[in-house]
Nanobody, 112 residues
C-alpha cells in the first residue's frame, strides 16, 4: 500500500513562512495531479493548490501570491512553500495524489 507522509507543519508567527513536504512511498513521475488541501476546525476541507504532471500550477484565491506548490520527482515529493502566513491559514494541511490518496495531515498554527 502506497503511503503519503507529510511533514513541515508547526507554529509560526503571522508573516512567517513554512514549507510543507509530502513524500510518497513510490515514484510520483506518472502521477497526473497532486494537490494540497487544508481543514480548519469546524470547517470543511478546502482546496489550496494543484500541480499537474507538466508542472503547471493553480491556486486558491486566498493563497495566490503567497503559496507556491512544486514537486521533485527524484525525491517523490511535493512541496508547499507558504509565505506571509496569516492566522486564517491555520489548519491541518493534507496532500493528495491522484491514484494514491491522502496523506495523514500536518498541523499549521499561525499566531497573531
Amino acid at each position: 500500500q502506497v503511503q503519503l507522509v507529510e511533514s513541515g507543519g508547526g507554529l509560526v508567527q503571522a508573516g512567517g513562512s513554512l514549507r510543507l513536504s509530502c513524500t510518497a512511498s513510490r515514484s510520483i513521475f506518472t502521477i497526473n495531479v497532486m494537490a494540497w488541501y487544508r481543514q480548519a476546525p469546524g470547517k470543511e476541507r478546502e482546496w489550496v493548490a494543484t500541480i499537474i504532471r507538466d508542472d503547471s500550477t493553480n491556486y486558491a484565491d486566498s493563497v495566490k501570491g503567497r503559496f507556491t506548490i512544486s514537486k521533485d520527482n527524484a525525491k517523490n515529493t511535493v512541496y508547499l512553500q507558504m509565505n506571509s502566513l496569516k492566522p486564517e491559514d491555520a489548519a491541518v494541511y493534507y496532500c493528495h495524489m491522484l491514484g494514491l490518496g491522502w496523506g495523514q495531515g500536518t498541523q499549521v498554527t499561525v499566531s497573531s
